[in-house]
């Protein structure tokens, strides 16, 4: 059986005590290949490798670091096929969406950021007639970034590629759910020519060697996009140490349909932001919030096309929704359904588990459910569930629109469809949401700041929020 192997100081290796972890096939429900359950000795050496790169790393000329990083986006692009591939087997995700999104955004992010590198500049401030003021900003020096299983290789680079470019040397570690395709990017940086130290990666589970990287008291920074209980706990321990912190958590995020919306675009697109990865995307709409002279038509519209979509095997083209990641995560979004039902919420299709015949009989499959006749405040309506489950609510007025949207602890994305403009920047300036999307989602500039309000996270990533996050600002005042 195949063995991940970890990355730490340029070298594939082996975990230190030997041991591994089972990785499934979702779809399968079979162990298809075992990861290192690394340890924190494991995190100390790759620490250690990040602390020894990082003086030449941070001192590399900015055009050969990012014709490094651009290198390594060509290799993605010349293998996208085989880590798509990879992506659905690990994940349970569609190849066809592995193709489409998640292999090609990895390549953009490693480009965006060796680029945006090339473009940092610095600030000056002049105090008439008495001083001048320079900022520099310097490499925060070995940052550690955590990602989840959702979209592992889309989210992995996401964090690493702007804390390269920066200058930070990394190690990281990717969800063990969700392992392959970052031991598929260690291989691509070797043939890059990536110096040794420069990125490191470590596998195994979160409450070890997350744990480890979130303690080790010389990684400065900590990105982690992950669960809010996940990020509450890095919080409780970096704090006293004042590590700097980026936190990109859960949603249960509003999509807010007036009546005067255009309809197709609103049914086609909101089957989207539901069930796109089997819901698991931080950013899909859960709570559809439809005003009531069209709610009957949108609930019996949607409802029918939810039905139409074809759950399958991942691999197969005509594939809509493939498997959800674990077996525990399909326990977890099934109790969510139960839930909802002795909330009293009807369901409207779905709300099973799909049992397919041949190699995927033992996967873990669900079908796309829509669930009515929940209020706001029940549990199905403030927690997240992070699977192909949505919950549909009537509004009355634009008013109670921005009540119901913001009355969970949650506050990543929303999104908004009427063809009133005035309306959609009005309640687009109420919402208490990061990232506000208006007939459209998903619609992602990488230039633009992205991050949650209240328990959705802290800070900014993307552009140059993140080249900031991982560098540190230092004014320079010199008496005229
Ligand atoms: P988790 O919080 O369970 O895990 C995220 C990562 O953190 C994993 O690599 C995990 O390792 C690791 N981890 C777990 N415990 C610790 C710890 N004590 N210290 C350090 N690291 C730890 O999230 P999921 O992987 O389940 O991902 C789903 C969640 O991610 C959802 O809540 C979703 O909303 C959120 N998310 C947010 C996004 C955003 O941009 N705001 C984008 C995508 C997802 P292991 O897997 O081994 O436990």
């Given amino acids: 059986m195949q063995k991940i192997l970890n990355y730490v100081n340029g070298q594939l290796m082996p975990p230190n005590k030997g041991m591994y972890l089972e990785n499934y096939n979702p779809a399968e429900g079979k ?20 602390q020894t790169a ?25 293998d996208a096929d085989k880590l798509a591939l990879a992506e659905s087997i690990d994940q349970g995700k569609p190849l066809k969406l592995a193709k489409a999104v998640d292999i090609p955004r990895a390549s953009a992010n ?95 589970l979160g409450s070890k060697v997350g744990q480890a990287i979130v303690e080790h008291p010389a990684v400065a920074a900590i990105s982690f996009t992950g669960g809010t209980l996940t990020g509450k706990t890095i919080a409780a321990t970096a704090a006293p140490m004042f590590k700097k912190l980026s936190l990109e958590l859960g949603g249960k995020n509003p999509n807010i349909i007036f009546a005067d919306c255009d309809f197709e675009g609103v049914i086609s697109t909101s089957i989207q932001s539901s069930f796109s990865n089997q819901g698991e995307i931080c950013l899909c709409g859960s709570r559809i919030l439809v005003e009531r002279s069209l709610y009957d038509r949108f609930v019996a519209t949607f409802v029918s096309r939810a039905k139409a979509l074809l759950v399958g095997n991942p691999l197969e083209e005509q594939t809509q929704l493939g498997a959800l990641v674990s077996e525990g995560h399909l326990k977890k979004v099934m109790s969510y359904i139960d839930l909802a039902k002795q909330e009293g919420g009807k369901v409207e299709c779905g709300g099973v588990q799909v049992k397919l015949a041949g190699r995927c009989a033992d996967g873990y499959f669900v079908s796309p459910t829509v669930i009515t006749g929940l209020d706001q405040q029940c549990r199905t309506n403030q927690e997240e569930i992070f699977g192909p489950v949505v919950t549909i609510m009537p509004f009355d ?29 009005r309640v687009a300036h109420q919402l208490k949401s990061g990232i506000i999307w208006i007939n459209c989602w998903l619609l992602r500039d990488l230039r633009t700041p992205f991050g949650g309000m209240k328990q959705s996270g802290v800070g900014r990533e993307g552009g140059w929020e993140a080249m900031k996050f991982f560098t540190e600002a230092k004014n320079v005042c010199v008496k005229i």
């Avoid at 990082?54 to 010349?78: C, G, H, N, T, Y």
């Avoid at 634009?398 to 994305?413: C, Q, V």
């Fill in 31 to 50: 162990v298809y290949s075992l990861l290192p359950n690394s340890d924190e000795s494991d995190v100390a050496l790759a620490v250690q490798a990040g």
């Fill in 54 to 78: 990082f003086v030449e790393w941070s001192a590399m000329p900015l055009a050969k670091r990012a014709a490094i990083l651009q290198k390594i986006a060509d290799l993605i692009d010349r």
């Fill in 110 to 204: 490693m480009r965006f950021y060796a680029t945006a590198s090339m473009h940092v500049s610095s600030e000056s401030h002049l105090m008439e007639g008495e001083a001048i003021n320079y900022t520099t900003r310097t490499p925060i020096g070995v940052a550690g970034c955590i990602s989840p299983w959702n979209l592992p290789l889309y989210l992995f680079t996401w964090k690493i590629a702007p804390a390269l470019a920066a200058g930070c040397t990394v190690v990281a570690k990717p969800s063990e759910l969700t392992p392959m395709t970052a031991f598929l990017f260690s291989e691509l940086c070797i043939e890059a020519g990536l110096p040794a130290g420069v990125l490191n990666i470590v596998h195994g």
């Fill in 397 to 425: 007025t634009e008013e109670e629109a921005i009540a119901f949207a913001n009355a969970t602890a949650y506050g990543l994305s929303a999104t908004i469809w009427t063809e009133n403009l005035k309306r959609a920047h």
